[in-house]
């Protein structure tokens, strides 16, 4: 059973930083998409930052230049946060977009979230 499991979050002051985790467990055929999202109440869930299957990362209009997105193996993915805006504040998502098995059809999988909260 494919698990993602997310950490790293918390509150932090407005120009501070953070970095979130997301480290995938379980049998996984091949990543076709590997990357963060963030919602707050009320609105759709938003992409912030992933790698895809075409190789550099793209990020939200939003966050270029103070996001990056990194990992260090085929199953851990990192944001480094850097100059928080309190618009920033949002429950965190990491997202694969994954085949479990060579007949298997690509699937989405979610982990459960961290908050984020920049303070003003």
């Known amino acids: 059973q494919v698990q993602l499991v997310e950490s790293g979050g918390g509150l932090v002051q407005t120009g501070g930083s953070l970095r979130l985790s997301c480290t995938v467990s379980?049998?996984?055929?091949?990543?076709?998409?590997m990357g963060w999202y963030r919602q707050t109440p009320g609105k759709q869930r938003e992409l912030v930052a992933q790698f895809t299957s075409a190789g550099s990362p793209n990020y939200a209009d939003s966050v270029k230049g103070r996001f990056t997105i990194s990992r260090d193996s085929a199953k851990t993915v990192y944001l480094q946060m850097n100059n928080l805006k309190p618009e920033d504040t949002a429950v965190y998502y990491c997202?694969?977009?994954?085949?479990?098995?060579?007949?298997?059809?690509?699937?989405?999988?979610w982990g459960q979230g961290t908050q984020v909260t920049v303070s003003s």
């Open positions: 997202k694969i977009v994954a085949i479990v098995d060579w007949f298997a059809a690509s699937k989405d999988y």
């Open positions: 379980g049998s996984i055929f091949r990543i076709n998409a």
